[in-house]
């Protein structure tokens, strides 16, 4: 069968194979026009899976477009929710909605997240993009079928590089001996990841022979062959007494000559040139009226920057980085300074990185990237992030100083358990790199940003937390940590390019905050504030102090700034860069030398503030004070996909929304006093 009417149990539409094969290019063309438009995504393993997702929700599985919940239907999981595109496109050709709506994808307030979630579009049968997961999850919606008698079929999609993680095993030793033949896995086998090719990140073959060991009943086929496709998908359901796995194999970045086979493509959209050639490769250009869908994507931004506007708070001007003549501002991205550590630093022989897919994008490559003779320190653990914290545990019980990172939420969140119980209770000198912190990640989505790690991080006994303002400042902390540190640690940094707002002579000592003061605006924004070693810092009567971390420091600074030049108010900025341990006499202080403090971290709201709060709570020579904080942070929500930029201002922690805050503050304590 395939989509049909739930009420009637009628066909509502059926295509041939010729159709079907139509279908796949064109989902691959509205693929490239999507990710154009998002300027964003995943291009090589949306392409490659297209015949198979063409297949699922046009010809094989049983779903209604006009029930989406319909109780009967087949399930579709996409465990790797990174080729999110591909999902969205299947849907719209099943009519779930019109399929050009996908060039909405990765937009803010957009149904269509950069990896999926199903309670903001029907259809979409799990929220997935931590890799790995979503075969536990097609495990559990089987048995649920398999308890009340229900005869719809459960189909989950798996990349290769994903089958490094280990739940993905604890899934499929579950599913054989459950023997679970409703249950059936499609492994898009591209043989690329990010790092390169999966055989030598990790190598997971020989692929076949471990699902059989499994009790699993194995079909290879062409994944580019809709006849071997089709026919992969009736042996499947033919199974009886064990599940399926479809052994699909493709061609990343299929159909467009300069995507195909190549590891660059893994996490990159291509530019309006790009996406002419790729549909010109496709035989689309004249089918697809790019100009038209990329009109449309421009017409609905307009209406998110509407939308948007009215959240940011007004001033007489517009103090946003670099939008003035004066107070220039240069900026990169914070993760650079992480690599260019490690690359000054690494010919130290017990220095070991080990690497989890994201090598490039977290820098951690640098390491060896220059000098290639560091390469036999190398570790290419791939995405298996619980394995690579303990294993780093292990050498550094021997002597070594192994340097672990990935994206914050995996580093802190899926081995919270290895660096609870193997690094710190062991009080081992294991440096983790939390990189991708905060909603300033941008397209990527909830998923993606971490804003929870440093509550997991800062609660663990022996752990050390530094959360660095700006590129300078995180080289700087990452060579400290690396050798003066003893025991675990962790460094956050954000990805995208951020204001540099320190120099090489800045002050840093750890665990001692910065304290900055705007003195006047200049042509260069770094050359408008005096900065401060806090045990060195002679009171000046402020009215406000502001305690940030990480790059909400110049986000901190620019709102001192704009409270000086709207209100009079003078700002005492720290910079909190070490939250463990936290630079508690300079937060008491604060609190005695001004009657309003303000907080400000991108991260869900209290990893910082309520330490500083809980600290002016429990001072006895601050009793009876008419202190009042504010807290600056993401409240209580999951992160959503958008541009950097608009997400600070959704989420409401821009330099805008501190300055709002603490004249708010502000003036209720002036109301309180005037009493």
Known sequence: MAIIDSKTGKIRRDYTIEELKEWARLMRGYNLVALCAAGSGHAGGTLSIMDITAALYLKVANHDPENPFWDDRDRIIWSTGHKAPSLYLGLGAAGYYDIEDVVRLRKLYSPYQGH???LKLPGVEASTGSLGQGLSIGVGIALRAKLDNKKFRVYVINGDGELQEGQIWEAVMEAGNWQLDNLCSIVDKNRLQIDGWVKDVQDIDPLKEKYEAFKWNVIECDGHDMESILEAFKKAESTKGKPSVIIAHTV???????????????????????????LKDLGLIERIDYERLLKKAEDYQKEVDKKLAVKIPKFSRDYFWNRQPIMKVKMEPTRFGFGQALEEVGDDERIVCIGADISGSITISKFYESKPERKKRWISAGIAEQSATALAAGLAKEGKLPVFGTYGVFAAGRNLDQLRTTVCYGNFNVFIAGAHGGVSVGPDGA?????????????LPNMHV????????????TKYMLFNIKGPKYLRFAREATPIVTTEETPYVWGVANIYRFRGEKENFIDAFDVYLATEYKNENEDITIIACGPEVPEAMRAAWILKMEYGLEVRVVNMHTLKPLDKDTIIRCAEETSVIITAEEHQVGALGNQVAGLIMQTPKLLGRNILMGMIGVKDRFGESGQPWELMWEFEVSGEHIAAKAK???????????K
Do not use: R
Not at 260 to 278: L, R, Y
Not at 453 to 459: H, M, P, T, V
Not at 466 to 477: L, Q, R, Y
Not at 667 to 673: A, G, H, T, W
């Open 252 to 278: 990343k970045g299929k159909g467009v000559s300069f995507m195909e086979n190549v590891a660059g493509w893994h996490g990159k959209a291509p530019n309006k040139d790009e996406m002419i050639q790729g």
């Open 447 to 459: 998923t993606h940003q971490s804003l929870e790690d440093l509550f997991q991080i800062c609660g």
């Open 466 to 477: 530094s959360v660095p303002c700006d590129v300078i400042e995180t080289k700087k902390a």
């Open 664 to 674: 708010e503050v502000y003036d209720q304590v002036k109301s309180f006093k005037n």
């Open 116 to 118: 999926p979630h199903w």
